[in-house]
């Protein structure tokens, strides 16, 4: 096994425990959760430094509060989305990630200005027919 197939694993087995689940419903809870790893070629497709992918848990309450039809279980296909998605570059080091698993996720993703971190900034459901219109003939896929 890989050292990032290893890091995925963990990422999938931490994003399923109950860590994540006080990540998600503790308000007390603060900082950031590791949702997604990425393998070196990912790295290089997204011009980061990190291996990680992180949601911070501002971005989490307030995209909990504008998108309530996602639910936990969704966030918890992250590590997934991040691994298989499509990936197309949107401007500025923002990506949006497509997966379709008899519903399609689009995920935003952003890679700060130091390259140093990735970012999740939401994760929502489009119609496939949305997605290809708004994603798929608007930008050029990378992955």
């Known amino acids: 096994m ?12 931490a994003i399923c425990s109950q ?5 998600y419903y503790n308000d007390d809870v603060k900082g950031n959760f590791i ?6 070629s990912d790295m290089t497709i ?10 911070s848990k501002e971005s989490l309450e307030t995209h909990k509060i504008s998108h309530p039809d996602i639910g936990i279980d969704d966030y918890k296909k992250l590590p997934e989305i991040i691994e298989c998605g499509e ?3 949107t401007s500025n080091r ?17 890679v700060t ?7 999740i900034l939401s994760l929502i459901y489009q ?9 798929r003939k608007k930008f050029e896929r990378i992955r």
């Open 87 to 89: 990936v197309y570059p």
């Open 46 to 55: 997204l011009g980061t430094k990190s291996s990680v992918v992180l949601m």
């Open 19 to 23: 860590i994540f689940n006080n990540f």
């Open 35 to 40: 949702v997604g790893a990425l393998s070196e």
């Open 113 to 119: 200005q130091d390259s140093s971190e990735v970012y």
């Open 127 to 135: 119609t496939d027919e949305k997605a290809e219109k708004e994603i």
């Open 94 to 110: 923002r990506y949006i990630l497509l997966k379709v698993e008899g519903r399609t996720y689009r995920a935003a993703l952003k």
């Open 2 to 13: 890989t050292i990032h197939e290893n890091a995925l694993n963990t990422v999938k087995d």
